[in-house]
């Protein structure tokens, strides 16, 4: 397994910008493919946005399309979501999470992070 820990969350205006940041640690992180869920309250959670380990094919759900880019650097063990156009609706607790494929169900992960709180105001 491997060691996640989220950063970048907070509060923003609807149509501004936050880039989330997951710093791994432990097994050598290339290895795995990264994925960015979000839980709402009272709401599952949900995916948001993954990548693959070498080749950095993305899956997004559809409602972030356009506006949510994951990325990775592979050197820096670090994953990022850049968030824009930021909607009240994307109001969650954002979590990063990593698994031996890329994949859009949580189950498919195995190391989880702590979740960083992003709180967007109308």
């Known amino acids: 397994q491997v060691r996640l820990v989220e950063s970048g969350g907070g509060l923003v205006q609807a149509g501004g910008s936050l880039r989330l940041s997951c710093a791994a640690s432990?097994?050598?992180?290339?290895?795995?493919?990264m994925g960015w869920f979000r839980q709402a309250p009272g709401k599952e959670r949900e995916f948001v946005a993954s990548?693959?380990?070498?080749?950095?094919?993305?899956a997004y759900k559809e409602s972030v399309k356009g506006r949510f880019t994951i990325s990775r650097d592979n050197a820096k063990n670090t994953v990022y979501l850049q968030m824009n156009s930021l909607k009240p609706e994307d109001t969650a607790v954002y979590y990063c999470?990593?698994?031996?494929?890329?994949?859009?169900?949580?189950?498919?992960?195995?190391?989880w992070g702590q979740g960083t709180q992003v709180t967007v105001s109308s």
């Open positions: 999470a990593a698994a031996e494929v890329i994949a859009d169900f949580p189950r498919k992960y195995n190391s």
């Open positions: 432990g097994r050598s992180f290339s290895r795995f493919a």
């Open positions: 990548i693959s380990t070498s080749t950095g094919d993305t």
